[in-house]
């Protein structure tokens, strides 16, 4: 099996499982708890959170622990939100293209009375900081742009977007969920007050994340009962996954530069090897780009197709984002960078990591032409197509 859908979770790594499993056995006592084995996990939660803070260029106290990246950006949003409803501004810019988690908050918000300015997004997947600094207004709230997009990984210019943000006196969130543990991230150098990730997204467990809130801006709890994460996010605290997502996310950036330096080199030579095929287009920038992630429409056939005759090959991908892939809507980051209906349909998303091989990229370059020359062989849209009747779009 071929394993190319690493924008949709990772596996654990052996480090991160390791320090799982020994922190269940060792470390169960409730954080909470006064006596000596509760201590003790409160002891181990804060060389977590420490280790976590260290690698964000943050401080251990501006470090929440959360369930994951949705429940990071909705706590975020919402904060940003009541902050800015206090003083009347009810304003807020993001843009067209982010991940539901943002999308659905916002919309929500709208409802309750608050303004959203859905910045558009360029055909090559990127907002600029004067796109950003136009849109801010008097009553702006919050700015929320994801630092990479999680369907075809465009990295976005977050420094400068944040040095707009923190000249404007506006709080700045980004979505770092693709990011983290990807590409360098100093949250006071990039001017960035507020940010969420998630573990599974760099080799550590599902259902843990983190959130991490500048000294000085209100954060409010999204979920009451008790007063863990110092009164802002109640429930007992996984010990054990927030340890494993901080050995996780060590791993990671140790061995960053080689990661990317391998793992970009995989993604650039299958870029070139489907952009061979007829009537297909990269989606995003070329350069500007998270080192795994490869994202291609190709006219004439439909993504989920694609899918299934991968999954048989022995390849597993995806079409977009893991958290709409029951949609038969297509994917409205597609619609966003300018792709019509009939092309965004036919969109593949592959992500590697450092576990791919040569090997993979050239079964997946067999492949994946194979099942679209295929698939367009009896596509009445392909036969349009190139009959003339209908003119191509890529």
Not at 72 to 94: E, F, P, T
Not at 161 to 169: E, F, L, W, Y
Not at 210 to 229: D, F, K, M, N, S
Not at 315 to 334: E, F, K, M, R
């Amino acid at each position: 099996m071929i394993y190319a859908d690493n924008a949709a979770t990772t596996k654990m790594s052996p480090r991160a499982l390791q320090v799982m499993t020994d922190t269940a056995r060792n470390v169960w006592g409730n954080p909470s708890s006064l006596y000596e084995l509760g201590q003790r996990a409160q002891e181990t939660l804060a060389d977590a959170r420490a280790r976590m803070a260290r690698i964000l260029g943050a401080e251990p106290k501006e470090i929440y622990f959360t369930s994951g990246g949705s429940e990071g950006d909705n706590q975020a949003i919402r904060s940003c939100a009541r902050l800015g409803a206090a003083k009347n501004r009810r304003h807020i810019v993001s843009t067209a293209f982010e991940h539901h988690a943002v999308l659905h908050t916002l919309k929500r918000l709208e409802k309750e009375g608050y303004e959203v300015t859905y910045l558009p997004v360029h055909e090559n997947g990127i907002v600029t900081a004067d796109e950003v600094a136009a849109a801010i207004r008097p009553d702006t709230c919050l700015v929320t742009i994801m630092f990479a997009n999680n369907e075809i990984g465009t990295i976005q210019p977050i420094q400068e977007i944040g040095a707009v943000c923190r000249a404007a006196k506006v709080p700045f969130h980004t979505d770092a969920v693709q990011a983290a543990g990807h590409v360098a991230i100093d949250v006071k150098e990039m001017n960035i007050d507020l940010l969420s990730l998630s573990a599974h997204k760099f080799h550590g467990p599902r259902g843990v994340g983190a959130l991490y809130c500048r000294t000085g801006l209100p954060l409010y709890p999204l979920i009451e009962g008790g007063a863990q994460e110092r009164n802002r996010r109640a429930g007992t605290e996984n010990v054990a996954g927030i340890c494993a997502m901080a050995a996780a996310l060590e791993e990671m950036v140790e061995n960053m530069d080689k990661n990317a330096a391998y793992v970009s080199a995989l993604r650039d030579r299958l870029i070139d090897g489907l952009s061979a095929i007829p009537h297909s287009a990269l989606n995003g920038d070329r350069k500007n780009r998270l080192p795994g992630n490869v994202n291609f429409c190709f006219e004439g056939i439909e993504g989920e197709s694609l899918l299934l005759l991968l999954d048989q090959a022995g390849i597993c991908a995806s079409s977009g984002s893991a958290c709409t892939s029951g949609s038969l809507d297509p994917s409205h980051v597609l619609l966003a960078i300018g792709r019509p209906h009939e092309v965004a349909h036919g969109s593949l998303r592959l992500t590697l990591s450092e576990e791919n091989t040569e090997a993979d990229v050239d079964e997946i370059l067999k492949e994946v032409p194979r099942i679209v020359e295929y698939l367009r062989g009896f596509s009445p849209i392909w036969q349009d197509l190139v009959s003339g009747r209908r003119a191509h779009m890529l």
